[in-house]
């Protein structure tokens, strides 16, 4: 089978050091094109990575030979359209997080990814996590009995201030609560097997005093009756990552093991004593690559769907008041 052809919106941050890489590593993928916004920012990447071409027009872009998807990895604000139109080009879309800056534009998008019968996929690499797809299934299945509770929460302070964009509200639609807390938020979901149905959030931004906030704590209330907490803040230290799930049967508490780092998992059900599992390393940037190019061939995976992206967007919007 010939190898899946990729086309990357962004030629700098995580486009550039992380995703670009993760195509490269992945089997049977291939990126081919980058879009930039400036030349110069085409040049340096087409030079650092072997690419066909570079190009600062979308349509021009778009028009790359035989291009099969589209990774958008652009500031939030410019997600919407350039997701519109890849999937009017015939192109399966991979957007980042945060899917866009408001559901108005999430459900846009996913209509139009319905209209031109391509796939639309949201970056929550978490979700091409073996271990993590184990413990989402085992929850599914009731081992930990009626869900009650689960509770994720990131820590992770950034060493420099991040890009313009990430600092204005317009253009990020928040910087904790959309770096991180998109990532999270759809980890709740996922655990819960289930659609929320209110969710309050408290934003602050005493850490790096940007107008966009920097520490975000989340309650989500899912129709299930069970409940969720998320925090992430991008200006303060807090160990690893920890992911709690309790139930009326047991309980998991994962310390480390997101976004591909290695972990620790206590697993616990009533009347049995609480085993200790290592979690190793995994490249979930890789997997997330491999599982959207056997999406887009016609084998389902555990990858967010736009509806997901659109529901994310929809607890953010409730969180952040705006």
């Known amino acids: 089978m010939p190898a899946f052809r990729w086309g990357m919106v962004g030629s700098s941050g995580w486009a550039e050091h992380t995703f670009a890489p993760a195509i490269a590593r992945a089997r049977s993928n291939q990126l081919v094109a980058v879009l930039a916004s400036k030349t110069?920012?085409?040049?340096?990447?087409?030079?650092?990575?072997?690419?066909?071409?570079?190009y600062t027009t979308l349509d021009d872009f778009l028009a790359h030979p035989d291009l099969d998807a589209i990774w958008i990895a652009s500031p939030p604000d410019l997600h919407c359209a350039q997701t519109l139109a890849a999937l009017a080009a015939g192109k399966h879309v991979l957007c980042e997080k945060p899917m866009a800056v408001n559901?108005?534009?999430?459900?846009a998008m996913t209509k139009a990814a319905a209209a031109a019968g391509r796939?639309?996929?949201?970056?929550?690499?978490?979700?091409?996590?073996?271990?993590?797809?184990?413990?989402v299934k085992a929850a599914a299945g009731g081992r930990y009995g009626t869900p009650l509770e689960a509770?994720?929460?990131v820590y992770h302070p950034y060493a420099t201030p991040p890009p313009a964009w990430r600092q204005n509200r317009k253009r990020s639609g928040g910087w904790a609560i959309g770096d991180i807390g998109t990532h999270l938020l759809d980890l709740l979901r996922w655990l819960m097997n289930a659609d929320a149905s209110t969710a309050n959030g408290h934003l602050?931004?005493?850490?790096?005093?940007?107008?966009?906030?920097?520490?975000?704590a989340v309650s989500v209330t899912f129709k299930n009756g069970a409940i969720g907490h998320m925090t992430a803040c991008t200006g303060a230290a807090g160990g690893a990552p920890r992911v709690e799930f309790y139930g009326t049967n047991g309980y998991f508490v994962l310390r480390g093991g997101l976004f591909g780092m290695p972990g620790e998992l206590e697993v616990g059900v009533k009347g049995h004593a609480a085993k200790l599992e290592k979690i190793a390393a995994f490249d979930t940037y890789t997997g997330e690559v491999e599982a959207f190019c056997a999406q887009a061939r016609g084998r389902a995976t555990e990858l967010a769907s736009g509806e997901d992206g659109a529901a994310v967007m929809a607890l953010v919007a409730d969180a952040r008041g705006y």
């Not at 559901?103 to 459900?107: D, H, M, Q, T, Y």
């Not at 996929?121 to 184990?134: E, S």
Request: charged letters at 25%.
């Open 40 to 54: 110069a920012g085409a040049e340096a990447f087409k030079a650092k990575h072997p690419v066909e071409a570079a």
């Open 103 to 107: 559901v108005a534009e999430c459900k």
């Open 151 to 153: 509770r994720v929460q």
């Open 119 to 135: 796939e639309l996929r949201i970056g929550f690499n978490n979700r091409a996590h073996p271990a993590l797809q184990k413990l």
């Open 204 to 216: 602050t931004n005493h850490c790096w005093h940007f107008k966009t906030d920097d520490h975000a």
